[in-house]
């Protein structure tokens, strides 16, 4: 006990080294405090050692007042002069490593973000990124699950030269969490030129330089929520590298998720190979601890469905007393979900995760009849909507305005984070 309380006061006076900035502000507050007691000492006794004192140094015979006005003018100006050093030490501290000015701005945001619920993400694509951009304005207590089958660009690349899970929806869905300044701008970025770089992103070889450097997929992934200062955490649906596997209606066997995406025909069912792949701990303690669970939005057979498909994780989310929430996608998607409608894409989901969500969101308002030219254009048609069959099955609906049409239809990330908060009160 004694060899650590030396050892600890022998690290404090490391702030006593020249140059820290710290010893002035000390010896302006420690004034202050022997003026403070100098102060009360006037209030409360009156040897002949404090009428020399107040001699020397007060002059309260000369000036001729009273022991109880000069010790509390003292105590005051002692207080004040003690305060001033303290709250120029702790400026001159803070100045090294942020704003002292904006200090209480950013310990109100933090103290309200980490007061929000708890929420479980699991999709991939743009939608999933989206949308813990939103949440991340209203918790911090956010964990994003992403799909890591995807095998086409970068990540296809990637994915065969250094045998690891898909990266890129990992990377968009990190630098949608990151709070240093333009990380996000940083990660996205990708290479224009170079031999071998061209055409891929920083965040992707980011992480993967990160798994060269431990040799381990599920704690690169860890450093990296580490160095990007997340407001939250993102985990991979698996650590291990994973094959999509597709059965058409026609009964045809597709390996690769851009394979799948290809194909003619619907999509019967979808699996991974191998089908047991391991989850990160991290994953499972989210789950058992959340207060919402998010499917989607997202491609449903190549994003949202792969990102639950782990017999782990499956079973996790059926043990879960989280509320769950599917989000339907906008748009139907050629190849993947043609002519499916809001209650085929629910069904899906239900049959490859064995359980019900517990409520679906669907956009219902009208869209810019411009933007959805272009995209009848690409073979894309907002996802149909008919109440009746969710109300058969006794599965509530939540119906409103989650989305915009730009040069892209989307779902808006404050309208989606604001509905799926809303739900959980």
């Not at 045998?163 to 333009?182: H, I, N, Y």
């Not at 993102?234 to 690769?256: D, F, K, N, Q, W």
């Not at 499956?314 to 007393?321: C, G, N, Q, V, W």
């Not at 929430?325 to 190849?335: D, F, I, Q």
């Amino acid at each position: 006990m004694w060899t650590r309380t030396i050892k600890r006061l022998l690290l404090s006076l490391r702030w006593l080294r020249p140059g820290m900035r710290v010893k002035r502000f000390v010896l302006v507050a420690a004034a202050g405090m022997l003026l403070m007691f100098l102060g009360v000492a006037q209030l409360s006794w009156q040897g002949a050692f404090l009428d020399w004192v107040l001699d020397f140094v007060l002059f309260t015979r000369n000036l001729g007042l009273p022991l109880w006005l000069s010790g509390t003018l003292c105590f005051l100006f002692g207080l004040g002069v003690f305060m001033l050093g303290i709250r120029a030490m702790n400026r001159s501290i803070l100045s090294a490593v942020t704003d002292p000015d904006d200090l209480p701005e950013r310990i109100w945001k933090k103290r309200r973000l980490e007061a929000g619920p708890r929420v479980v993400a699991l999709g991939g694509g743009t939608g999933l990124s989206n949308l813990l951009a939103g949440l991340k304005t209203r918790t911090s207590n956010l964990t994003g699950v992403v799909a890591v089958t995807d095998d086409g660009g970068s990540t296809g690349r990637l994915r065969e030269s250094f045998d690891v899970p898909a990266v890129g929806d990992l990377t968009d869905c990190l630098a949608a969490l990151s709070e240093v300044e333009r990380m996000p701008e940083l990660m996205k970025y990708r290479f224009r030129r170079g031999e071998g770089l061209a055409g891929h992103t920083f965040g992707n070889l980011f992480l993967v330089s990160l798994f060269e450097l431990t040799g381990d997929f599920a704690e690169a992934v860890r450093m990296a929520d580490r160095v990007l200062a997340l407001s939250g955490a993102v985990y991979p649906s698996t650590p291990h590298p994973a094959r999509l596997v597709a059965e058409l209606e026609g009964g045809e066997r597709v390996e690769g998720e851009s394979a799948i995406r290809r194909s003619p025909g619907r999509v019967r069912r979808v699996w991974l190979e191998p089908e047991d792949p391991p989850v990160m701990p991290e994953v499972l303690r989210a789950l058992e601890r959340a207060r919402l669970v998010v499917l989607g939005p997202g491609s449903l057979f190549t994003s949202v469905i792969p990102s639950f498909l782990p017999p782990a994780l499956r079973a996790a989310l059926e043990r879960t007393p989280a509320r769950l929430v599917y989000v339907t996608n906008v748009m139907t998607e050629p190849g993947e979900t043609d002519g499916m409608d809001a209650y085929a894409h629910y069904k899906a989901v239900a049959e490859h995760l064995g359980r019900r969500p517990d409520a679906v969101l669907v956009h219902t308002a009208p869209l810019d009849a411009g933007a959805l030219a272009r995209y009848a254009e690409e073979g894309q048609h907002p996802v149909a909507y008919d109440p009746a069959p969710f109300a058969a099955d006794g599965v509530r609906v939540v119906e409103g305005d989650f989305a915009y049409a730009r040069a892209f239809v989307r779902h808006d990330p404050e309208k989606l984070a604001r509905a799926l908060l809303e739900y959980t009160r």
